[in-house]
């Protein structure tokens, strides 16, 4: 990972893009403080997949009830 300065990053700009385009991270600092990162833009992004946990797992009917001890602490 490469970290620059705004201004070095702004006269050095394409050379920044061709290490973004190598694999490399760069993060862009303001006084030395990490404010951007540079990565490669990606076209296609990754389609989200649900319903993996889909019969495995169980929700108890009583799931949102707690225990009277336990809601005795909120009582006070």
Excluded: C
Excluded at 7 to 17: D, N, V
Excluded at 25 to 32: D, H, R
Excluded at 65 to 71: A, K, Q
Aim: aromatic share 10%; glycine share 6%; no cysteine.
């Amino acid at each position: 990972m490469h970290v620059h300065n705004i201004h070095e990053a702004k006269t050095h700009f394409s050379e920044l893009i061709q290490d973004v385009l190598n694999g490399e991270e760069v993060v862009i600092a303001k006084a030395g403080v990490p404010v951007a990162r540079l990565i490669p833009f990606s076209k296609t992004p990754q389609k989200r997949l649900g319903g993996q946990w889909k019969g495995k797992i169980h929700i108890s009917a009583d799931f949102d009830e707690l225990p009277p001890d336990f809601m005795a602490y909120f009582s006070k």
